[in-house]
């Protein structure tokens, strides 16, 4: 998505060979025109997979995801990193390795919000190792509920996430694709030739 790789180019920082800051749009302040726009070409990437319930986490997964949501009219349903003290035990957990926190956390969504009808899309705003996402099928899958797409807003294609996720079998779109952060400098995956 061209909007998107130029506001990487203009407003994202280089932090190492391995991490990109872009907290000026996506993971601090928000560009809403933006997120509208990323979260309108989520949609349409999945437009045709019937999709019931947007998933995502807490907490920049969800700028993109609301209006990924409201696009395919249907729920947005954001697993928190932290169990709230309102949440019954009827929850569905599971353990999330954090690639910039570098700690674990046990990711929750209540049964309430996930059935064995729902075909989910998983939406997060980077794929780095897949950790973030891996975790989402597995909450998907103790409902019984079936991960129709995962959309990523930045994938850092350099990594293994995109790798694993699709040899799992799973259908990956990302709206910007990373080939390297080396030198200071972002490079972008071409689109491949259809
Ligand atoms: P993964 O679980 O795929 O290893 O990493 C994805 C998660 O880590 C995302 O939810 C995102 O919050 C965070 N993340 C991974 N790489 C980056 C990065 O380069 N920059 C930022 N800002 N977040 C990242």
Redesign the pocket.
């Known amino acids: 998505m061209k909007e998107l790789e130029k506001a990487i180019m203009e407003r994202g920082t280089v ?1 190492s060979d ?6 000026s749009f ?2 601090h302040q928000i560009d809403t025109q933006l997120m509208i726009n990323v979260g309108k070409e989520l949609a349409n990437r999945f437009r045709d997979n019937q999709i019931t319930k947007v998933l995502t ?1 807490e907490s ?2 969800i700028a993109p995801s609301f209006m990924a949501a409201n696009e395919l009219a249907v729920p947005l349903v954001f697993a928190r990193k932290k169990k709230s003290l309102t949440m019954t035990n009827d929850v569905y957990t599971s353990s ?5 926190k570098q700690e674990t956390n046990e990711i929750t969504v209540s049964k309430n919000f996930l059935s064995a009808e729902d075909r989910v899309l998983i939406i ?12 989402l099928t597995k909450i998907v899958e103790q409902a019984d509920a079936t991960v129709a797409g995962i959309g990523i807003v ?1 994938e ?1 294609s350099f ?1 293994d ?1 995109s790798s694993k996720l699709k040899e799992a079998g799973y259908l990956v779109e990302s709206l910007a694709r990373i080939q390297s ?1 080396k030198n200071g400098k972002v490079t972008f995956l071409s689109d491949p030739i259809l």
Not at 96 to 100: K, L, P
């Open positions: 932090l391995g991490v990109l800051k872009v907290d996506l993971n986490i920049s997964g999330v390795y954090s690639f910039t997060d705003d980077f794929l780095a190792n897949g950790q973030a996402a891996i975790g930045i850092k990594q996430g952060l």
